[in-house]
């Protein structure tokens, strides 16, 4: 048996993600971006740095995940703890604050951007609303305080389901490629070098151990290493159930179930959960022998209502190393 892709420690992996200032999260829909994002602020916090989150084209929803209790207005930045804060950006609000920015005076921006011809042709402008997203994310990088430190030391980008996703991080690509001169090609090409540039950006996939998403978040990594340039971080594998029984206590198990009605339900129950952990082992093991990325393995918390507390057992569940699953070929 080969054993291929060893996992280096989980804390040298972050320590790695960390590093960087613009950290992607990527994946397909419902994964768990927003909450993989929102463990890693706390843990990189956690170790004095001070963490922006950015959720891009996406409703409010890593405020409240964090335990904020107001109402997370659209693109107000929004303080969770010391070091931990949240912005919500959407095209909306972030074509309004670039138009002002360029054109300087509210009644001139109305008079252009609000021009009924100027708003059907910014429609009109594919990706105009992506680019001003990640325009945004890209200022928030660039801010710096009056001492000149940055504002923040990491930025993580939550960022649109895959498709949606890789088109946006792809757009600085496109577009120095054709707009060649010009403020634009200027301010575009910076976007870009900082995505490439593997000592500031870094971008990590979240997946779960099944079919599609696995197969999806393949494709997302053959494409950040092609199209996007961005330079890899680690993939988290979401939802992991608990860790196979030994064949010594699953034999108990079945004993346990044949002495009771409470027995045979527990039994039912254990199976159901030893059956879907199989099946998930065996998308890792597929996984193991296609991905390149460290793996970062989280478990699926059984709890009513997904809150603050779990995404604080989810930053502690990053401190304990992964439990040794099949990384290895026949
Ligand atoms: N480890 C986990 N255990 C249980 N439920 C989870 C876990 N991670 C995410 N969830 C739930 O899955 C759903 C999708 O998560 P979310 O982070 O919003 O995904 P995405 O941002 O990728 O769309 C949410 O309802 C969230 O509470
Ligand atoms: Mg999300």
Same mark, same amino acid.
């Given at each position: 048996?080969?054993?291929?892709?060893?996992?280096?420690?989980?804390?040298?992996?972050?320590?790695?993600?960390?590093?960087?200032?613009?950290?992607?999260?990527? *994946?397909?829909? *419902?994964?768990?971006?927003?909450?993989?994002?929102?463990?890693?602020?706390?843990?990189?916090?956690?170790?004095?740095?001070?963490?922006?989150?950015?959720?891009?084209?996406?409703?409010?929803?890593?405020?409240?995940?964090?335990?904020?209790?107001?109402?997370?207005?659209?693109?107000?930045?929004?303080?969770?703890?010391?070091?931990?804060?949240?912005?919500?950006?959407?095209?909306?609000?972030?074509?309004?604050?670039?138009?002002?920015?360029?054109?300087?005076?509210?009644?001139?921006?109305?008079?252009? %951007?609000?021009?009924?011809?100027?708003?059907?042709?910014?429609?009109? +402008?594919?990706?105009?609303?992506?680019?001003?997203?990640?325009?945004?994310?890209?200022?928030?990088?660039?801010?710096?305080?009056?001492?000149?430190?940055?504002?923040?030391?990491?930025?993580?980008?939550?960022?649109?389901?895959? *498709?949606?996703?890789?088109?946006?991080?792809?757009?600085?690509?496109? +577009?120095?490629?054709?707009?060649?001169?010009?403020?634009?090609?200027?301010?575009?090409?910076? +976007?870009?070098?900082?995505?490439?540039?593997?000592?500031?950006?870094?971008?990590?996939?979240?997946?779960?151990?099944?079919?599609?998403?696995?197969?999806?978040?393949?494709?997302?990594?053959?494409?950040?290493?092609?199209?996007?340039?961005?330079?890899?971080?680690?993939?988290?594998?979401? *939802?992991? %159930?608990?860790?196979?029984?030994?064949?010594? !206590?699953?034999?108990?198990?079945?004993?346990?179930?044949?002495? &009771?009605?409470?027995? &045979?339900?527990?039994?039912?129950?254990?199976?159901?959960?030893?059956?879907?952990?199989?099946?998930?082992?065996?998308?890792?093991?597929?996984?193991?022998?296609?991905?390149a990325l460290p793996r970062i393995e989280l478990?699926?918390? %059984?709890?009513?209502? %997904?809150?603050?507390?779990?995404?604080?057992?989810? !930053?502690?569940?990053?401190?304990?190393?992964?439990?040794?699953?099949?990384?290895?070929?026949?």
């Open positions: 048996m080969n054993v291929i892709n060893p996992t280096p420690a989980q804390d040298e992996v972050l320590a790695r993600i960390g590093s960087r200032r613009f950290i992607v999260v990527a *994946g397909k829909g *419902g994964v768990g971006k927003s909450t993989v994002s929102a463990a890693l602020a706390l843990r990189l916090a956690r170790s004095g740095k001070r963490v922006l989150i950015v959720e891009l084209a996406a409703q409010p929803r890593v405020a409240r995940l964090l335990g904020y209790q107001g109402d997370p207005a659209t693109y107000d930045i929004v303080t969770i703890e010391p070091r931990v804060q949240v912005i919500n950006v959407t095209p909306g609000p972030a074509l309004h604050e670039y138009g002002l920015m360029k054109l300087k005076f509210e009644r001139l921006y109305r008079l252009v %951007f609000e021009n009924p011809v100027m708003k059907s042709l910014t429609r009109m +402008i594919p990706g105009m609303n992506e680019l001003v997203l990640i325009g945004k994310a890209w200022h928030l990088e660039q801010e710096r305080l009056p001492d000149g430190q940055p504002r923040w030391d990491s930025l993580i980008i939550d960022s649109p389901a895959t *498709g949606h996703g890789v088109s946006l991080l792809a757009l600085p690509h496109v +577009i120095t490629e054709t707009v060649k001169s010009g403020p634009m090609a200027d301010e575009v090409g910076q +976007i870009k070098e900082m995505l490439i540039d593997p000592a500031r950006s870094c971008m990590n996939i979240v997946t779960l151990a099944e079919e599609m998403p696995v197969r999806e978040s393949m494709e997302l990594e053959a494409r950040m290493h092609d199209t996007l340039r961005v330079a890899p971080g680690a993939l988290f594998i979401n *939802g992991l %159930f608990p860790p196979l029984p030994s064949a010594a !206590v699953e034999r108990e198990l079945e004993q346990v179930g044949m002495k &009771s009605e409470a027995g &045979s339900a527990a039994l039912a129950a254990a199976r159901f959960l030893i059956d879907r952990r199989r099946s998930q082992d065996a998308h890792l093991a597929w996984l193991a022998s296609r991905s478990p699926y918390l %059984f709890v009513p209502d %997904f809150d603050r507390s779990s995404v604080d057992h989810l !930053v502690r569940a990053m401190d304990t190393v992964a439990t040794p699953t099949p990384r290895t070929t026949p």
